[in-house]
């Protein structure tokens, strides 16, 4: 067993490499996009 496949991550697959890259990419986008509209809000920039 893998240690990714423990904690909060119970579900068989959990450290499969694709489900790892879109989890990632899900979390970095919704990062990316708060902090973008964060400095539209902030600055007024287009």
Do not use: E, H
Not at 36 to 44: G, L, T
């Amino acid at each position: 067993m893998s240690d990714l496949n423990r904690g909060i991550m119970k579900f068989d697959g959990a450290d499969k490499p694709v489900v790892v890259a879109v989890s990632s990419v899900i979390i970095l986008g919704s990062i990316l996009g708060l902090i973008i509209w964060a400095i539209k809000v902030a600055y007024i920039v287009k």
